[in-house]
Every structure is written in C-alpha cells, then in structure tokens.
C-alpha cells in the first residue's frame, strides 16, 4: 500500500452530540452505593488517596503506585458514552493511578461493597477465597478479589455461553487470567488459581485443591455433587444486583474553573482551551496543561510538578469513536486499549487473521485494569515523546497505520502521517494532540497486486519476563509478509520488518532486510544473510542492558516467522512454544490440575485439622485493618526519608525545590537524653540518621514532615542534598575492595562454624579435583506488597503509642526508648498483622517505627508514614550477596572426599543480622556428605545499604552453593547430576557427625525415604528418559528435569504467651508471635482449643480470640523469624492452657458431683469467676538446649522446557515432597510451602536487584522489578506434606515450613542448567567451538537474558550454516 503524503485533511464530522446537561459544581459519584459529593478537590488526587481519606472503605490498598501489583483494583461502573447504547459498563481499574475527578458520575465498588461480617454475610468470592487457603497476608487479596468480580460480572454478558446452575460464565482460562495482574508474594498463586476457576463454568471440581467445603479421600469410588459444598453463587444475587445497588449515575460534567478540570465537548473547545495558553506561561512556569485520559502514563513517568489546567479529552466525540470504511478503521485516540482490543476480536473484515492477532498482542501490554483506562493514543504519545518502550507502535509499523495529529498554535491543523514519520517526528509539543490512528485493511489492499497462489501471514512477538505480559518487552516484533509457493519453494512478495523495544527511542522497520528479503526464494542461505542484516539493523543504544541479548531476540523472531511457512520448525515449536507470537490459543489454561496429599492427625484434635486461617474471610472482604488502615488521629502529620544518593560523601545543606514542609527531623531534634539509635540486635546497633555524612547511597538522612503522604513524599522527592567528596577515600562497593581495605565485621566465636575432617587427608584420597571454581550469588528484595509504615500518636505523661507493621514490636520499644530518652514503660508498640514480612520487617522496620516516634515527641503530634515502593526498594537492603571460590576433591563416580570454600559475605554498612549468616551458610551447605569440610567466610563491610535476613538467610545460598558443587562434579565426569546427589545423601551417621544433636534419633532422619518416594511420585526416571528422548528430536526446545533435597536445620527459641478467659467463657490469648500471613495465629487458636479441650466442658474453639501484639500487656515477645515462632507460641499457650486447666479441673468436677450432670463450658467459667479462681494466665516457654535444635527435610523434582531462540523457561512441572512432623494444620503448612518455594522462583531464576556504579538500587519499581506471577509459576504443581508420626521432641511432634521449602526452588534452576546443557551438545553437533563446554556456571537469577546467552546467542546462526555447509 502506497503511503499517503503528509496533508492536512479535516477529519469527517462527527454525528451532533445531544445537548450536554449543565455542570454542576461538585464532583458527584458513588461507592458501594454511599453518595459523595465532594466540593473541592486538588485535580491530582487520585480515587485511591480519596477512598483511604475520605471514605470508610479502606480494602483498596496503596502497594506500588504504578498500576503494576494489583493491590489497589477497584470496579468502575458507568454509563456507556455511546447514546446509542443505553447500558452500563464495568470495568476494573486501578484506583491509584485514576484521577478523582475523571469518576464524577460514576459508581465505584470495592470488595467491601460485595458483602462483610457486618452485613452478616460474605459474598460467594471472599468465602472461597478464605476455603480454598487463597489468602495468607491478605494485603493483596482485596484486589486480587475485584479483579476476579469483574470478569465473573461481564462473563455474564455473553449470551453465547450457556449458564450453568452454581457457576458463572467464565472459562477456566480466563478465570486464571483473570488476576493475572495481581502480585502475590505469600501463597505461590495455586490456591488463588483454584479458587478463582471453582466459578468456572467448564472446571472439573475434583481437579481443585485443598479446601475447607470437602475432603479428597483417596481410592473413594463415591461419586458427590461437590458443586453443592461450594458456597452458593448466581448472577442475579451476587452479580448484577450487587451493582445495580450502588448505581445511582449523576448527569453534567464538572465545572471547570472551581476544579481546574476542564472537559471539552468538540475539537473547537479543545483548541481553545489550547490557545489560552499564553508563551509567556510557557517560559515562566513551564508546562502547566495535562491533558488526561487515564492518566496511566503517570506510573511511568511519575510526576511531582503541579497544573494549572487538567483536560479530560474523553468526551470528544473524535477522539473516543471508532469509524469503519472502505480502507480500514479509525479509533478515537481516547479509547482504551481494551476497547482497541474488544473491537478488533469482534471486527468481520478480510484480514480477521491480522486484527486478531494484534488483538491477543494487546492483551499483553499491562494488566487488564491498566489496560482498561490507558488509551491507544496515550500510549503513542508517550512513545514519541518520551521514547517509552511501546508494543503498539511496533504493531502499527508493521501494518502502515496512519495517525492524525492536532499541531500548530494559530491556526491549529490536522495533519495525518504514517506512523513511521510520526515516530520521527521531533516530540510533539505540549499542546499538540493525536487525534485518531488509522489501521488499513491489509488483506484487501495487498492483494490487489499479488499473484492468486499468494497468502498473506502475519505475526507478532515478545520476549518479556513474564509471558501473559505486565512487563516491558526486552524486544518487540511484529511482521506482515505476502508470499507465494513456487515450483523452486517459497517466494517473498513483499515484507514488513517491525522491531521496537530494544534500546533505542523508537520502534523502527529493518527496511534493508525487507529490501533484501522482497523477491527472494527461501533458503538457508537467504535465510543466513537475512539474520546478519538483522544484527547490524537491531542494535541497542550505548548503555542498553543486554544489548547483544536483544539483538539476538530479533534474529530469532525472525527467523521463527520465516520458518513458519518455510517447513523448518518442528510440530512441537509450532504447537506450543509460539510463546510471543500473538497465535497462541486464548482458552488454553496456565495450570494444569494438581495433587496436594496432606495427612491430618487426631491425636492432638483440632490440632492437625486443615482449619482455613483465621481472619481470611475478613481479608477477602476489605474489613481487616492494617496499620495504614488505622483512621489519622487529629492533627496528624505524615513523613518521608530523605535518603543519599551517594556513599561516603559529607552532607553540606538540605534544601527543597517544592514547597517547604512541616518539618525536616534529623539527628539534631534527638533529645538531649535520646540516642540517635535506628535499630538494635544483640550484636550491634546502627544510627537513625547519618546527620553530616552519607556511609552509603541510601543511607537515611532526614524525615520531612507535612500535612499529606503526598506532600511529605514530594518534599522528600524534591530535596537537593549538598555532597562533598573532597579528601575523602573512595567508598568500598565490592567485597574484593572490602578485601584489599581489610573491612570486616567481625563473626563472634560461638557463632563461627567449625570445620569437618580432615581437608588435606580428603584431598589426597580423591581422584579428581577441581581447583578455585567460583560462583557469585546476587540479593533479592522482600517485595512484600504492603510497604514499611507506621503510626505515632503522643499521650499523656511523655508517652508514646506507635502501631508498626514489624516482626519484633519489643525491639522497636527499646530503640524508641532510647531514642527519645524515657523509660521503655512510657513506650507501648501494637502490632495486629503484617502484609507480608519475609525477614523485611525485622530489623528494618525499626527506624521506620523510631522516625515516626521522634517527629511524633518533637511537634506533640500524631505522625504516620507509609513509604513508597521506591524507597522501601532503596532503604530495604535485602539478601546478601556474596562471592564463593571452591576446591573440591572427588572419586570417579562423584562421591566427593573434601571440599573448601573462600567465602566472601556483602554485610553492607552495619551488622543488622549479619553475624547470623556464616553460620546459616554452612548449615545448609552441609546436607551432603562432603567428607572433609572447610572454609574461609568473611563478613564484608561495604559501602552499601545493610543486608538483612531475608526468608532462608544464608540457607538458600548454602543449599544452592552445594548444588552448583554437584552440577559441577558431574559436568567434569560426564555423568549425571543425580547420580552426583544420590551417592553424597548422609547416611545417619555421617549426619551425626556433621550435624550433631540437631540430627536426633535415626527415626527421625527421614530424607533417606523422601528421596525415594518424590522419585516414585514423580515418576522421576521414567520422565528423565523421556526428557533425553524429547531433546533428540526437537531442535529449538531443550527440557531439563532434576531432583534436589534440602537438610535445613532450625532453632527454637523462647515465647511468651498469656491466657484470658472472661466472665462469657469467651477466651483471649496473646502471643508474642506476629501474624505475617503465615497461620501463627491459626495454629495458636487450634492448640489452645486442644489444650483447653482436655477439661471435656464441651467444643471451644470458637470461644477463642487471638489479639494484638502490645509490648505493654505482654513482655518478651521476640521476634518473629526462623519458621519456629508458630510452635513456640503455640507452646507458650499450651502452657497456659495446663495452668487454667488445672486451676478449673477441681471446680468441674466439684460442680458435676453436685448437681449430678456433666457441666458445660460457660458455667464453669461463671462459677469459676465467682469462687475468685484466677482466669488470666502469662507464660514463657524456654526450649530446652539438648533439643532446641532439630533438622527438617525435603525434596523436590522439577522439570522445565527452555525455548532457545529466546530464553524463555517455562517450569512443566515440580512435585514437592516436605516433613512437617505431624503437621499443626496441613492446609496452612502447605500453603507455606508452596508459596515459599515461588518466592525461591523469584530468586533463582526471575529477580534482579540491581545498583548503579555508587550502589544505588536501580530496579526500585513493579516496571523493573519482577516477583513471579501466575503465569511463571509450575504449570503442574504437586505437594505432599509428608506425616512423618510422632516426634518426641518437637512441639506436638509438628515441624516448622516457613523457609526451607524456598531452597527447594534450586530444583528448577538445576533443571534449566540441564535443558541449556542439551542446547550445547547440539550447538557442538552442528560444529560450534565456542560456548559448548559441559562445564558452565548459570548465574542466579537465570533470567531470560542469561539462558539465551549460555544456549548461544548465535544459535540461529551457527543452525543455518550447518545447513549451508550440508548443501554444500
């Protein structure tokens, strides 16, 4: 199709509007029903700030501010604009990126609107997301809910589907899709996925998972109607009728001169509000217009500067239409793309084939509740202005769209251009608007001057790191060819090369590769050269991450495309491995079904029932109240840190290039008595502030104060930090320079491991060595999804309440103590749960808490802060990294005879829990038998914010150092990894030897038979035989599969419990455990109903209310960490329980001898309280020291598929076997193992948390950032919680889950080495010299980039001339 010239045609016009209504003066709207009229509102308030200040409803939660978690997606219902169409629509959106004022006259419904414990009911959502063990922090679950309303609601609408009694109208495929956009850090998404498809109209409910409303049996011929046992759900109770509550549309737009909110009618009210934009504004104040339609851009390109003028371009009718003709259609630059997506699935036209593929290209760009209120034209503009990275600019290059833009000043102009000459355009101006965007009917013009025997074929790709998208693409393709079969093969008419996303500023045709290509028969040769012209035409800007990496990706994609019709691609590739290109099948489910075997005991009952966790159901329906939740006291302030951005620099000045604050507190404001203390452990303490010098880029540096989170937040943004570097030494950023500089934090004697053996001796009996290999492990951050926050409030006599989110309250009312000066009795700290911890909010919650405090002391007002996830990323320091060089001596059939390590442990600037980590290290490390063991570790002080524990610190890294030991082994032995394992296993006394007490009885030692029966469970040799058979015949995917154990030892350590019973028989029990999501209070309430059972006054466990951490009610709470909390509460109240019992046993049965007749619960209690027997219990258990120390086992067989030409890994399949003893609760265990085991995914092979040069996070963001999402989790995921009997020791013979299944995930980095080790055997066979040794290290994370790199970057190249020199 020829281009067309530039021109300045007017558009059409549009059909006349009907009379708008008159404007009122406020902005009117709904949610959950309630009417708010608000008067006055700053225009760049988003609805989530409105709806946690100003409404009741708080389930909406503030996780990232970019659109990118999930956490805070609420349902927008509102009047179709189309008056055509008298219909209401309803869609997702995120509420903190959604302007307050663009949802006048709309209804707002959040997971509170759906039902609650104070309507006295749950809707059918939040009851099977608490049965099916779907939520566990509960932070994510609001939304993770909405997201799954809004597709059961529109699902609905589909009159094509039949309905089914019990179910909606949705499909397996979507209800997974469904949250595919929701971040979820605790379960592992399984659960959430089973509870989302049990609304599913084609699921098979015996497929779905553990669950509260039935029971697997197993080998049961019994045939039950389980759709009976789900709570009820049809449409017209908990759908359509829930909404059409809360509908209650106002008419008119919003004033515009009140609300600075102007929303033009026609193209001509939009050129003048244009035009009132004088030059000299421009010059004085810069861009002071924003025209919005959903203002998605700004969790991009976060903005801090304020506008004179918001313009809501959505109701120009040219601009929100779409209009069909002859030659294509036309969309309104305004629609959203999931009506850009909707329209082209539906479109009848003769290229169906292109527009559906655009279409399902579409579907991964964001998340559906982005997608709902991003527009096509917004996200053009921000990749011609800005250079944004954008998919759809590609799609449009490739099919010669065409755009209309509005330029100019006096006149303004329509201009319509092609894409390629709008993205070359310089940026467009302030005011210049895109108008529409024009995609051809290719079919119908190409084929006008092709041969009959031609067919047009297009495809679309990307390479991202998730695969459903909500992720930037490393590269992005999309290509449209017309070609021909010929007597001498396949024939190219005509071709367009579209590649964007790859470094450079904007998308781009290969235009010498279309040359070179057009008129060409295919043939390895055309081939050949084609993919060489690719790489000099896709090159990444200077500076571009993985520049060679994205160059490569175009060369695959292309030749992917071309080998489509050119008959080279195996079935297999075409059936299921076209994972980028826009033909994939829509209704293909991401997670096949599952087995979960859980064993319940009776023996303590309830103890061992698979009870649902306490407080889910509250969770699911908004009501659970986190501390950001908590209503702002009067007069309360908000705060932010300040932070360096450099290490080891002098601090000159402080200023602001915003308004100035409330007030700046640094260490000057520290009373006279006070400590600048931050945070405290029994080794060391580190500063609240660094006052006059900066130790690290991140270092806290001060904490502004205003009236608003907002305000505070800018304020910290805006502050301009004077650094002086003049005679300093440069900083130490690496732990070779903390070598060379002698920086270490020294390792206290009783916590340095000891060696094992004799090394010397081990290396002279082996038959082979392997000299100083090396391997280096990266950090990971927490990523829990609600942020550090907290809440000061000042009291009488010089106290101070603070509510934190943090793992250890009583450590946090020790530092605000001696911060401020006053006794810790003056200081009370509450935690009620934590939205995630994961070792997060241990230690570093502290100064947050602590800064909160001393502002709070200093101004005598309420204080709170909840900092944003940019700098909770800076601040949180993270996993340790560290640098490992080994030798290691073998025989020849892999028994390893001795091994040393030199390791090199990144602490950061202070201790925190550092000391900690050389010995966890080892610890797992040693669950081999390594003969003789020795080692050098060193704890590095550096210049970088201070690591600190992290779910599995120093463990995950010692379980995996082991692993890449063995993998090594037998690389050089050319022999099976898994025989490498198996012949190192202990056996019990070599445990003994290298474990000690913690190794107990040899009954206890149960890996010995896990090994063997997640082999058999798994089928794990017959599938290896299978894997090798698979490789040998498909060329561009390599699957890997292998089985790794974990030996993981763990601590008891002592808790303090209490038990109140009160005059109703109702009983509270307080625990110095921290509810994190991971059941601690769940398993409480289970053992105090077993404990208090055994006084037979009939059930109590309903009587039974956990409460609140509060330092002042109950003393030496601890720290909650290490997996062991859960049973250490749980016998610090079983312990209390005893107490009670034996004070109400002699009164019950005094009762019963007196009236004759067994005594119920609530009289004894009465008549207890009336014989003044004592009913409040306090305890504090100490393990014993010969066996506070115990080993826990598993294993775990994954198997995974690496696509060659991309790097992609998708995870098949992981069966999971773990020892929880006789497990407390077997649902809530399981969940802890699986979501443990996702978040190693993310350590492994997905997560990158990266510095710049200074040490400065860099990935401090959902864009660059990414934690696995239901999409790169197993697609089959099995586990079995292993009931391994009674165990004398252990608390009710129950064993901990909370980390060590997470060094089971190394399992799937050990499978993906094996799958890239088969890729490197083939490179060999085709004659490659470089990059084919057996012998590779696979760096953690084996991101994308790094697989493609190790199956060879040139892969496509070296294939080609295989087959060139064959011919030859």
Not at 1247 to 1254: C, I, S
């Given at each position: 199709m020829d281009k067309p010239e530039n021109s300045s045609l007017q558009p059409p016009p549009p059909p006349p509007?009907?009379?708008?209504?008159?404007?009122?003066?406020?902005?009117?709207?709904?949610?959950?029903?309630?009417?708010?009229?608000?008067?006055?509102?700053?225009?760049?308030?988003?609805?989530?700030?409105?709806?946690?200040?100003?409404?009741?409803?708080?389930?909406?939660?503030?996780?990232?501010?970019?659109?990118?978690?999930?956490?805070?997606?609420?349902?927008?219902?509102?009047?179709?604009?189309?008056?055509?169409?008298?219909?209401?629509?309803?869609?997702?959106?995120?509420s903190c990126l959604t302007l307050l004022c663009s949802v006048n006259n709309c209804s707002i419904t959040t997971t509170e609107g759906l039902g609650s414990s104070k309507d006295g009911i749950f809707h059918p959502i939040h009851e099977r997301f608490s049965g099916f063990h779907a939520s566990q922090c509960g932070f994510c679950t609001p939304g993770m809910c909405m997201s799954l309303f809004s597709a059961i609601i529109n699902s609905e609408k589909n009159n094509n589907r039949p309905s089914k009694p019990g179910f909606s109208k949705l499909r397996v495929s979507e209800a997974e899709k469904s949250v595919s956009g929701n971040l979820c850090r605790c379960t592992g998404y399984r659960p959430i996925a089973d509870a989302c498809k049990s609304f599913a109209s084609d699921v098979d409910l015996e497929d779905l998972g553990v669950n509260s409303f039935w029971r697997k049996k197993r080998d049961s011929?019994?045939?039950?109607?389980?759709?009976?046992?789900?709570?009820?759900?049809?449409?017209?109770?908990?759908?359509?009728?829930?909404?059409?509550?809360?509908?209650?549309?106002?008419?008119?737009?919003?004033?515009?001169?009140?609300?600075?909110?102007?929303?033009?009618?026609?193209?001509?009210?939009?050129?003048?509000?244009?035009?009132?934009?004088?030059?000299?504004?421009?010059?004085?104040?810069?861009?002071?217009?924003?025209?919005?339609?959903?203002?998605?851009?700004?969790?991009?390109?976060?903005?801090?500067?304020?506008?004179?003028?918001?313009?809501?371009?959505?109701?120009?009718?040219?601009?929100?239409?779409?209009?069909?003709?002859?030659?294509?259609?036309e969309f309104g630059a305004a629609i959203s793309i999931s009506k850009v997506i909707s329209y082209l699935k539906q479109r009848n036209c003769e290229s169906d084939f292109i527009c559906?593929?655009?279409?399902?290209?579409?579907?991964?760009?964001?998340?559906?509740?982005?997608?709902?209120?991003?527009?096509?034209?917004?996200?053009?503009?921000?990749?011609?202005?800005?250079?944004?990275?954008?998919?759809?600019?590609?799609?449009?290059?490739?099919?010669?769209?065409?755009?209309?833009?509005?330029?100019?000043?006096?006149?303004?102009?329509?201009?319509?251009?092609?894409?390629?000459?709008?993205?070359?355009?310089?940026?467009?101006?302030?005011?210049?608007?895109?108008?529409?965007?024009?995609?051809?009917?290719?079919?119908?013009?190409?084929?006008?001057?092709?041969?009959?025997?031609?067919?047009?074929?297009?495809?679309?790709?990307?390479?991202?790191?998730?695969?459903?998208?909500?992720?930037l693409p490393y590269l992005n393709a999309a290509f449209l060819a017309d070609i021909s079969e010929t007597e001498n093969g396949v024939l190219v008419n005509y071709i367009n090369l579209a590649f964007g996303a790859y470094g450079t500023k904007r998308a781009k045709r290969a235009s010498r590769v279309e040359e070179y290509l057009c008129g060409k028969i295919l043939s390895a040769a055309v081939l050949n050269e084609a993919v060489e012209l690719v790489k000099s035409d896709v090159v990444s800007d200077e500076g571009t991450s993985y520049g060679a990496y994205r160059s490569s990706l175009g060369v695959g994609f292309l030749f992917q495309f071309l080998s489509t019709f050119w008959g080279d691609l195996s079935d297999y590739f075409k059936k299921s491995l076209l994972l980028e290109g826009s033909d994939r099948s829509k209704n293909i489910e991401m997670l096949s079904s599952a087995k979960q075997v859980v064993e319940s005991s009776r023996d303590f009952f309830p103890v061992g029932e698979p009870m649902k966790k306490i407080a889910a159901s509250i969770q699911a329906s908004g009501e659970a109240v986190y501390v950001d939740d908590i209503p702002p006291p009067p007069n309360c302030l908000y705060g932010a840190f300040i932070y360096s951005t450099k290490p080891s620099a002098r601090i000159n000045n402080i200023s602001f290039n915003s308004d100035t604050p409330t007030a700046v507190i640094s260490a000057k404001d520290i009373p006279e008595k006070g400590e600048n203390i931050g945070s405290t452990t029994i080794f060391a303490s580190e500063p609240l502030f660094s006052p006059d010098f900066s130790r690290c880029a991140g270092d806290r540096i001060a904490f502004v104060v205003a009236e608003t989170q907002k305000n505070a937040n800018v304020a910290a943004k805006t502050a301009v930090l004077d650094y002086d570097t003049r005679d300093l030494d440069p900083p130490i950023l690496t732990v070779e320079e903390a070598v060379e500089r002698s920086s270490f934090f020294e390792v206290p004697p009783f916590l340095t491991p000891s060696n094992i053996g004799d090394f010397d001796k081990g290396m002279n009996e082996s038959d082979h060595k392997i000299i100083n290999a090396e391997i280096k492990l990266g950090s990971q951050y927490y990523f829990y999804l609600e942020n550090q926050t907290a809440l000061a409030i000042p009291d009488e006599d010089n106290t101070m309440t603070v509510y934190s989110s943090i793992q250890n309250p009583e450590y946090a009312q020790i530092v605000i103590a001696r911060c401020l000066g006053i006794p810790e009795h003056n200081v009370r700290v509450i935690t009620r749960r934590v939205g995630g911890g994961f070792g997060g909010k241990a230690m570093k919650a502290i100064p947050v808490a602590t800064a909160c405090a001393l502002a709070a002391h200093k101004l005598r007002r309420p204080v709170r802060t909840y900092l944003d996830r940019k700098t909770d990323m800076i601040l949180a320091g993270g996993r340790h990294p560290m640098k490992i060089t080994y030798t290691v001596g073998f025989k020849s059939d892999g028994k390893i005879t001795a091994l040393h390590l030199n390791i090199l442990i990144d602490a950061g600037v202070t201790e925190d829990s550092s000391i900690l980590i050389p010995h966890n290290i080892i610890s797992s490390l040693k669950k081999y038998d390594f003969g003789a063991l020795s080692?050098?570790?060193?704890?590095?002080?550096?210049?970088?914010?201070?690591?600190?524990?992290?779910?599995?610190?120093?463990?995950?890294?010692?379980?995996?150092?082991?692993?890449?030991?063995?993998?090594?082994?037998?690389?050089?032995?050319?022999?099976?990894?898994?025989?490498?394992?198996?012949?190192?296993?202990?056996?019990?006394?070599?445990?003994?030897?290298?474990?000690?007490?913690?190794?107990?009885?040899?009954?206890?030692?149960?890996?010995?038979?896990?090994?063997?029966?997640?082999?058999?469970?798994?089928?794990?040799?017959?599938?290896?035989?299978?894997?090798?058979?698979?490789?040998?015949?498909?060329?561009w995917i390599k699957r890997g599969i292998s089985r790794v154990p974990i030996v993981h030892e763990l601590i008891l350590r002592p808790a303090a419990g209490k038990v109140s019973v009160l005059w109703d028989g109702s009983i509270v029990v307080e625990v110095g455990g921290i509810e994190l999501g991971q059941g601690l209070w769940t398993k409480v309430k289970q053992v105090a109903a077993y404990a208090l059972g055994s006084i037979k006054c009939g059930e109590i466990i309903d009587k039974i209310r956990v409460v609140q951490a509060d330092t002042l009610s109950l003393v030496q709470g601890g720290l909650t960490a290490a997996s062991t909390t859960s049973e250490s509460s749980c016998e610090a109240v079983r312990i209390c329980c005893n107490l009670l019992v034996e004070r109400l046993a002699p009164l019950r049965e005094k009762l019963e001898d007196e009236i004759g007749i067994p005594v119920n619960w609530e009289t004894l209690i009465l008549q207890a309280h009336f014989r003044n027997i004592n009913l409040g219990v306090n305890s504090y258990f100490v393990p014993d020291s010969s066996s506070s120390r115990y080993l826990n086992y598993g294993a775990a067989v994954s198997e995974v598929e690496v696509n060659i030409l991309t790097g992609e890994t998708r995870i098949l399949r992981t069966d999971i076997v773990y020892d929880c003893g006789q497990s407390m609760n077997p649902a809530v265990d399981l969940g802890q193992i699986e979501g443990a085991f996702v978040q190693g995914l993310g350590f492994f092979m997905q997560?990158?948390?990266?510095?710049?040069?200074?040490?400065?996070?860099?990935t401090d963001s959902t864009w660059n950032y990414k934690i696995p999402t239901i999409d790169t989790i197993p697609k089959q995921f099995n586990v079995e919680v292993l009931n391994s009997g009674h165990h004398q020791n252990r608390i009710l013979s129950s064993k901990a889950s909370g980390e060590p299944p997470l060094l089971l995930a190394a399992s799937v980095h050990c499978a993906t080495r094996a799958a890239i080790g088969a890729a490197r055997e083939q490179m060999k066979s085709w004659g490659a010299v470089e990059g084919v040794d057996s012998s590779f290290h696979l760096d953690v994370p084996a991101t994308m980039p790094v697989v493609k790199q190790l199956c060879g970057l040139n892969v496509v190249e070296t294939y080609l001339q295989s087959l060139i020199a064959l011919d030859r």
């Open positions: 509007p009907p009379p708008p209504p008159p404007p009122h003066d406020r902005l009117i709207f709904t949610v959950n029903g309630e009417r708010f009229e608000v008067p006055e509102v700053d225009p760049s308030t988003t609805l989530l700030e409105f709806l946690r200040t100003n409404t009741p409803f708080k389930s909406a939660k503030l996780g990232c501010g970019e659109g990118g978690c999930g956490a805070c997606v609420v349902l927008l219902s509102k009047q179709n604009p189309n008056p055509n169409l008298n219909e209401i629509e309803h869609f997702t959106v995120s011929t019994e045939k039950v109607n389980l759709s009976r046992l789900l709570p009820h759900y049809n449409p017209k109770d908990h759908a359509s009728s829930i909404l059409k509550n809360g509908h209650n549309f106002a008419s008119g737009l919003l004033k515009s001169d009140k609300h600075s909110w102007y929303t033009p009618l026609t193209i001509e009210e939009l050129q003048m509000l244009l035009s009132q934009r004088s030059d000299r504004t421009v010059e004085k104040n810069g861009n002071r217009i924003k025209l919005v339609v959903g203002n998605t851009s700004n969790s991009y390109y976060k903005e801090t500067e304020k506008y004179d003028k918001y313009i809501d371009l959505r109701y120009i009718p040219e601009l929100s239409v779409v209009r069909k003709n002859s030659s294509g259609t559906s593929k655009i279409a399902n290209h579409l579907e991964k760009i964001g998340s559906e509740f982005v997608r709902n209120s991003a527009s096509i034209g917004g996200n053009l503009v921000m990749a011609q202005r800005k250079y944004f990275p954008s998919d759809i600019t590609t799609l449009l290059l490739a099919v010669d769209s065409t755009v209309t833009i509005l330029t100019g000043q006096h006149p303004r102009k329509h201009e319509k251009i092609t894409i390629e000459e709008f993205l070359q355009k310089p940026p467009m101006g302030p005011t210049d608007v895109l108008l529409s965007v024009h995609i051809p009917f290719i079919g119908q013009t190409r084929n006008e001057g092709s041969n009959l025997n031609s067919r047009l074929t297009f495809e679309s790709y990307r390479a991202s790191p998730r695969p459903l998208g909500n992720a080692f050098d570790l060193k704890l590095c002080k550096t210049n970088r914010t201070s690591k600190s524990a992290m779910r599995g610190p120093g463990e995950v890294q010692g379980s995996y150092i082991a692993e890449a030991i063995i993998e090594n082994i037998a690389s050089y032995l050319s022999i099976k990894s898994d025989d490498v394992r198996t012949v190192n296993l202990h056996e019990y006394e070599t445990l003994k030897i290298f474990y000690g007490s913690a190794s107990e009885e040899c009954v206890d030692y149960t890996l010995p038979f896990i090994w063997d029966k997640v082999a058999e469970s798994s089928s794990y040799i017959s599938r290896a035989c299978l894997v090798e058979g698979f490789n040998k015949s498909n060329i997560e990158e948390y990266l510095t710049n040069a200074e040490g400065l996070v860099i």
